[in-house]
């Protein structure tokens, strides 16, 4: 039996008392797919407050004084601006 190669005995010595390389992957691809949920997630509040926008606009709600309450589906006047910007 022959002695590894110095160039493959490196990479094992360094691999020892490491995370091996496919438990990296495993969790690179997890970190990956959690990207893609938050993404997904991003997306489905974009549509729901552009469907709100839809709402808004087929109901009048744009030009006056109002908002759609999208808990109760009720039209509810808008909340007076609070002074002093709120601070």
């Known amino acids: 039996m022959t002695s590894p190669e110095p160039a493959e005995r490196r990479r094992a010595e360094l691999v020892e008392g490491r995370v091996k390389a496919w438990e990296l992957y495993r969790i690179r691809r997890l970190e990956l797919a959690a990207e893609r949920r938050a993404l997904e997630a991003q997306l489905a509040h974009n549509q729901a407050r552009a469907l709100l926008l839809e709402l808004e606009l087929k109901y009048g709600l744009l030009a006056s004084d ?22």
């Open 66 to 87: 109002a908002t759609l309450d999208v808990h109760t589906g009720r039209i509810m006047p808008c909340p007076e601006p609070v002074e002093g910007g709120g601070k």
